[in-house]
């Protein structure tokens, strides 16, 4: 809608329409409110967004994308040994930036517009972690649980006739579709065989694998004698599939439970080949509620409105598409002019808009660290030194091959409207329905780590992280890269600042990566140089497939190979900067029920609520934050 058209007041404002506003807008408008969701970007739905295969041209396809450009560390001339991925004084889509290329999503649905669609549900040591944290019991791992099975609608699990015999917990009756490619892709292609066994064989060599304990064996036959479909004639033969789906599914709670490791598939976040998100949600309840729900794309935020009471009243705005410079439209040195005018709340007014924007909206207005907005000129409303700080991250590297024969399997595959590929997913099957992951394995990166912090999936193509261009020139049926993923990461003295008080300019973002940092950075390091070490098991086994090109076979030792991370280790999960904690905590932005502290009548739903980086993939968590948020506002609106 027009912002123009806006009604002066709405019950609850939400900003931002990615994973944490848009489920919170739509549960709202679904229980009788007047919700007004507000987007800065469009709502464009080009190939790149439909189909899973494109995601990585979707991160740089420019009505969906907003491009930042960050800091990894302090001192530049450390910045400037990234080769493969700095942005130094380059004229980037019409202007000059420096820095590391960080995709954002501009654009309906956030940045679910935009990922890799993966969902891997949270550790549950998360949850732990707030409770404890909070002193609110709500918080625990079991109750969060039930927000998963409340918004997963499971397409890969066949759901027992007796729900309370469901010990994998999954939900099927959701507004999220969750899926798995096609395991019969594999047999298009030997040398994707040989490398999925491979990963097998080393897994089970180093004990890296999952094995049902004879309790929940017991619960697993439970569920099959309450399953018609196991229990009468062909359905026998189908439980041994359902045995394998079991012993890979990261989201399988007793999976969760046990903290298991080893080879999984990955659940995807699509609907008959095509990506779903919160956009979809979000149509859908605003064609079934039209009275609840408005969204409003092309229309800025600027500041939250507060009263004398410091109580959040409703928001300015400014009316017009391209008017945030991470836009690639928008040019650095174009004047920024547009309509602005005041949209009331009667109740709350909720901040979804992203672990950058979310803290620059608060100090621009009046919310932070005294220094840093007195810097700015800008008047102290709330003294909450926390906004912006705690900036967290996972750490990430490819290592790399170039094949010796092309994938078999991308024969066909141009990555196009129009090959053979696309027709085959135009009718919901084949190739592109997935997001290119070939295999994943879960693991600790040491015998003392508590959870499985190590995500290693391998992907077709040439990828060593984000830089202007970077999703045409990795795509490549002739080399082949496995990614290596940190999670619960300890590193939290990265930092979201304001450049200025205009709000059309994007903040100033430093990560402060490793020994820039605090907490255990060591270890943060010494497990991604593990996972390094674990994938060349790996790929020893199929050394006459591929030849290692990054980090080379130049780049051996424990030493070298650290320096190899610090310089080209990259992250697209940033969360933290407005943080749920006790009310002793003076850096705690948020309390347990995402108020914003010193003033009433305004939250925060979206991944910078987190204290502590959650899991592995940030997205469910986020997922799981919108529907406990959403109950929060509820609860409260019902008391009031």
């Known amino acids: 809608m027009d912002a123009s058209r806006l009604d002066e007041e709405y019950d609850y404002i939400v900003v931002g329409s990615g994973a944490g506003g848009g489920p919170v807008a739509a549960n709202l408008a679904n229980a009788g409110f007047r919700v007004l969701l507000i987007e800065a970007g469009g709502d464009d739905e080009p190939d790149d967004y439909k189909v899973p295969a494109f995601h ?54 956030g940045c679910t517009a935009h990922n890799a669609m993966i969902f891997v549900a949270p550790h549950n040591s998360d949850w732990d972690h707030i409770a404890e944290v909070t002193g609110d019991r709500s918080w625990a791992p079991d109750a969060m649980r039930g927000y998963f ?3 997963e609608r499971c397409g890969y699990v066949r759901p027992p006739y007796f729900r309370c015999l469901d ?3 999954h939900g099927f009756d959701g507004w999220l579709p969750t899926s798995i490619a096609d395991p019969s892709l594999l047999l298009r292609d030997s040398v994707l065989q040989r490398l999925v066994t491979a990963a097998a064989q080393t897994c089970f060599e180093a004990g890296v694998w999952y094995a049902p304990s004879f309790w929940r064996r017991l619960a697993s036959w439970g569920s099959a004698f309450a399953d018609p479909n196991a229990w009468w004639g062909a359905g026998l033969e189908r439980r041994g599939l359902s045995w394998l789906i079991s012993f890979l599914d990261p ?3 007793r999976r969760v439970s046990q903290r298991g490791e080893g080879l999984a598939f990955t659940p995807l976040t699509t609907r008959n080949g095509a990506r779903a998100g919160t956009r979809e949600l979000i149509r859908k309840t605003a064609q079934e509620r039209p009275g609840n729900l408005t969204v409003a794309t092309n229309t800025l935020v600027l500041n939250v409105q507060l009263d004398r009471e410091n109580r959040a009243t409703g928001v300015e705005i400014a009316e017009g598409a391209h008017l945030y410079r991470a836009d690639p439209h928008v040019r650095s040195d174009a004047p920024l002019t547009a309509p602005r005018r005041v949209v009331k709340a009667r109740r709350d007014v909720i901040l979804a808009a992203g672990t950058f924007n979310t803290p620059q909206l608060l100090m621009l207005s009046g919310i932070g660290e005294p220094d840093e907005l007195r810097r700015h000129g800008i008047e102290i409303r709330v003294e909450l030194p926390g906004v912006g700080c705690n900036l967290q991250d996972r750490y990430e590297v490819g290592v790399v091959h170039r094949m010796r024969e092309p994938f078999a399997l991308l024969r066909n595959a141009q990555l196009r409207r129009g090959d053979p590929e696309f027709a085959e997913w135009e009718n919901g099957y084949g190739l592109y329905t997935t997001n290119g992951t070939v295999a994943a394995i879960i693991k600790r990166s040491h015998a003392g780590s508590y959870d499985p912090d190590l995500f290693l999936f391998a992907i077709p193509g040439h990828f060593t992280g984000y830089r202007p261009g970077y999703s045409a020139w990795g795509r490549s049926s002739t080399y082949f890269t496995w990614c290596i993923l940190k999670g619960h990461t300890d590193n939290t003295a990265g930092r979201v600042r304001l450049r200025s008080a205009e709000p059309h300019d994007t903040p100033d973002i430093n990560f402060r990566y490793f020994d820039d940092g605090n907490g255990a950075w060591q270890n943060d390091l010494d497990g991604v140089v593990s996972g390094i070490e674990f994938v060349r098991k790996i ?24 320096d190899f991370v610090k310089d080209n280790a990259w992250g697209h999960h940033a969360c933290g900067t407005c943080k749920i904690g006790s009310e002793d905590d003076p850096m705690a932005v948020l ?3 995402f108020r914003v502290r010193g003033t009433k009548g305004l939250r925060v739903v979206d991944a910078s609520v987190f204290p502590k980086i959650p899991g592995l993939f940030i997205l469910s968590a986020v997922y799981m934050i919108a ?14």
């Open 56 to 109: 990585a041209r979707s991160t740089e396809h420019n009505d969906l994308a907003w491009k930042f450009y960050v800091q990894h560390y302090t001192e530049p001339q450390r910045q400037r040994r990234d080769t493969r991925n700095y942005v130094d004084d380059e004229l980037v889509d019409g202007e000059r930036r420096t820095g590391i290329f960080y995709p954002r999503a501009g654009t309906l649905g």
């Open 149 to 151: 099975e409340r918004l």
């Open 167 to 169: 010990s994998a917990r």
């Open 251 to 253: 989201n399988d709670w």
């Open 539 to 562: 790929t020893a086994r199929t050394a006459s497939a591929f030849d290692e090109i990054v980090p080379g076979p130049q780049v051996r030792t424990r030493d070298e190979l650290r």
């Open 591 to 593: 309390d347990s029920d």
């Open 627 to 640: 529907e406990k948020a959403s109950d929060a506002i509820k609860n409260d609106a019902r008391r009031r």
